[in-house]
């Protein structure tokens, strides 16, 4: 009975034991599964702190790559620069954000400092900060030669007044350092001697040694009637060439534009104008570098530009804008040559240009700035310049806007090159400029050439040197024509001749410069024409004595003859060029200048020579007229006489009127005069070689000799026969030199 109550209870109890120890061993799993979980894992990396067994937390103000929590063992956690971009943190104005190891605080700026509080704060709300005046602190670092000047965070060195920075430092900053400004050294030209300007450069020698910079304005005004006084009593500088006087010019055009823009630099910020009582008159502006702008006035001139070019490069002063007008530096600059583009001309005035006559029709104004590179500004400068004479314009004349231009080696020259006219009227002329020098109003005469004149002055010259010549040959070696009227024909020819050739070949200077062959050239052309006109009158004399002392005298030896026709012309020649040598030569032609009433050195003998002659032939022909009314007249000496008379009337007429015109193409106003001259230079020569070898008769039968000879024509024994016997007949007549005419 036992057995079997006892095996299922056993059973039941077994079984019981068994799931109990399961679901104990499932409880301890689960305990142990818990507290795995709970446990921190040991790779979270500095700055973190575990999450659990497998993340961990990075601290505040740090960060991994996934965030902020993270499960890979790998990341770490790196500072967060709140003071960086994008930025949440705002210290506020006139403070930084400086970032540290897991967090950030806020100063004030450099330059600030905190009104209250404490000095290092977390935002806006705390900051105090303001300006901190550097300079009445003491906190500044400003050289001794420099004043502190507090600016909003900081400060700037400036120079004292009359001071600049010395070379490698700048004005306005912390390490500026400056020198007190000195005159700026300015020597007299080389090689120009003239004890006038020696002085005025002691003169200035003198000035720098006394100089303040607080005496800056003084020392300009002083300046200023030091060159006045120089230009309005020039003394020995008028007797200067025209290439020293430019040379001159120029050196005082630069040292006054270097000197005037040193100096301008000591006075104070603002406008400054002087009027000297010659009417030279300066105006300053000096004042902080900016934009925009600014207007130069003054009675001479106005000039308009940007003031942002007016300062130079790396200068962080006051910028200087001037102009110096002056009247006087006309007389250094006169008859000064102009550089054209004769390409532009050409095509203007559909012919080239050879050059231009120049006239200044106002002040020499000088523009200078605190910039001294200004061959090539960024914006271009207008300007207007007043017309101290009110030109009336005529064919080929213009007005243009001109400077004055340093070719390098001392000297200069007027130019146009990038300057134009944009407009003139109400007596002013306005320009525009892409550079900056000295600049004036000047008024062009164009010397236009005609290609048709030049062929015709080149051709008829020539043909007249031709015929010249075969005259010259046919007085020499036509032996019946021989005489003293035959001497003085020769001598006039061979003077022609000479003048001509020289005409021909140098009478254009195309230099521009008034040299020692253009002095040349003038005094021989004035001597040759002089000794043709003394020549010619000699003619009158021959017939002074045929026909007024009634047929009784042979009239002058040879060597009167030589030494009138000569002499006279180089006793002439020799006082004019010992008087004023300076009036030979001019611009554009080797003659006579017109100034100074030097021209009469040749017109006052012309026109003694042509009224003497005159009165000489109209008493000539009253005589005739006696003559011809009497009983029983010569009538074959009487129309020797005549013919004489009308080829010496002739030959003054065509010698007359030639240098009648002349004399007024070396300034020509029309082209007519230029036409006329050339024709008449033409046929002088011609009419002369007609006049005295074709229409004489014993010319043409020595003429037909020669040409039977040449020829070899069979003819030649009768015309050696012929001319032989009225070769007897002529040498008979030659002792009589009176009767050989035609």
């Not at 056993?10 to 305990?31: M, P």
């Not at 063992?73 to 949440?88: H, Q, R």
């Not at 020698?205 to 002083?222: G, H, I, L, N, V």
């Not at 050339?678 to 020595?702: A, D, P, T």
């Amino acid at each position: 009975m036992g057995g079997p109550h006892g095996g299922p209870f056993l059973l039941f109890h077994g079984s019981s034991w068994d799931s109990a120890a399961v679901l104990c061993f499932l409880l301890t799993l689960s305990e142990v599964g818990s507290q795995n979980s709970k446990a921190c894992a040991l790779w979270c990396p500095p700055n973190s702190s575990c999450v659990n067994g497998t993340a961990c937390r990075c601290a505040p103000g740090f960060i991994s790559f996934s965030g902020e929590i993270f499960t890979n063992p790998l990341e770490s956690c790196d500072d967060i620069n709140e003071c960086g971009p994008p930025s949440p943190v705002d210290c506020g104005s006139s403070a930084d954000c400086q970032n540290t190891e897991g967090g950030y605080y806020c100063t004030c700026s450099p330059g600030y400092e905190p009104v209250s509080g404490p000095a290092v704060f977390q935002n806006e709300s705390e900051n105090t900060c303001r300006d901190k005046d550097e300079c009445s602190s003491g906190e500044h670092r400003c050289h001794n030669s420099t004043i502190c000047v507090n600016t909003v965070g900081s400060y700037t060195c400036h120079c004292h007044q009359g001071w600049v920075p010395k070379p490698g430092f700048q004005d306005k900053q912390m390490i500026t350092i400056c020198e007190e400004i000195s005159f700026p050294a300015w020597m007299a030209p080389p090689g120009i001697k003239s004890q006038r300007l020696s002085a005025f450069f002691e003169r200035v020698q003198e000035m720098s040694r006394d100089f303040k910079p607080a005496t800056a304005k003084k020392s300009m005004q002083d300046l200023i009637g030091s060159v006045d006084d120089l230009l309005k009593n020039s003394g020995d500088l008028e007797s200067l060439g025209q290439s020293s006087k430019h040379v001159t010019a120029t050196h005082l055009l630069s040292g006054l534009e270097e000197i005037l823009r040193t100096l301008a630099r000591a006075i104070p910020k603002g406008s400054f104008t002087y009027r000297s009582d010659d009417d030279t008159e300066l105006s300053l502006v000096v004042q902080e570098q900016g934009k925009g702008n600014v207007t130069v006035g003054q009675s001479h001139a106005r000039i308009l530009l940007d003031w942002a070019v007016a300062a130079a490069a790396g200068e962080s002063g006051p910028s200087v804008v001037g102009i110096l007008s002056s009247l006087n530096m006309k007389k250094l600059l006169a008859n000064a040559s102009l550089k054209l583009d004769l390409e532009k001309l050409k095509e203007t005035y559909e012919s080239p240009v050879r050059g231009a006559k120049v006239t200044l029709l106002s002040a020499v104004s000088s523009v200078f700035l605190s910039n001294p590179n200004t061959e090539k500004l960024d914006s271009n400068v207008s300007f207007a310049f007043t017309l101290h004479e009110q030109p009336e314009l005529k064919p080929r004349q213009e007005l243009i806007c001109a400077f004055w231009k340093n070719d390098g080696n001392g000297n200069g020259s007027w130019a146009t090159s990038g300057c134009w006219r944009m407009g003139s009227g109400n007596g002013s002329v306005t320009c525009q400029c892409s550079h900056l020098s000295s600049f004036a109003i000047l008024m062009a005469h164009y010397d236009v050439e005609d290609p048709k004149l030049a062929l015709i002055t080149k051709v008829g010259l020539a043909l007249s040197l031709a015929c010249l010549l075969l005259c010259i040959l046919t007085f020499l070696l036509v032996r019946p024509i021989q005489g003293s009227r035959t001497t003085v024909h020769l001598h006039l020819c061979i003077c022609l001749f000479v003048g001509s050739a020289i005409f021909l070949a140098g009478i254009e200077n195309e230099g521009g410069e008034v040299g020692t062959r253009c002095r040349l050239v003038a005094v021989l052309l004035h001597y040759c024409f002089l000794a043709a006109f003394c020549w010619m009158s000699l003619e009158g004399v021959e017939l002074y004595f045929l026909v007024v002392r009634v047929f009784q005298g042979q009239g002058l030896r040879k060597l009167w003859l030589c030494l009138i026709g000569y002499g006279v012309p180089l006793i002439i020649v020799g006082i004019s060029a010992g008087a004023y040598s300076k009036g030979y030569g001019r611009e554009k032609f080797c003659w006579l200048n017109f100034e100074g009433g030097f021209l009469w050195s040749f017109v006052g003998p012309v026109t003694f020579i042509v009224l003497g002659n005159a009165i000489i032939f109209v008493i000539t022909v009253w005589k005739l007229t006696q003559k011809f009314s009497e009983i029983n007249p010569d009538i074959k000496k009487l129309k020797k006489v005549r013919v004489l008379t009308i080829t010496a009337i002739a030959q003054l007429f065509v010698l007359g009127c030639t240098w009648v015109f002349g004399l007024l193409l070396f300034d020509p106003e029309s082209w007519v005069l230029s036409y006329i001259f050339s024709i008449l230079n033409c046929l002088q020569g011609f009419f002369l070689f007609v006049l005295y070898c074709l229409l004489n008769k014993k010319v043409r039968e020595e003429y037909r000799k020669w040409a039977c000879m040449v020829a070899g024509n069979r003819y030649s024994e009768f015309a050696t026969t012929t001319s032989a016997s009225g070769s007897s007949h002529n040498q008979t007549q030659a002792l009589r030199p009176s009767e050989s005419g035609m």
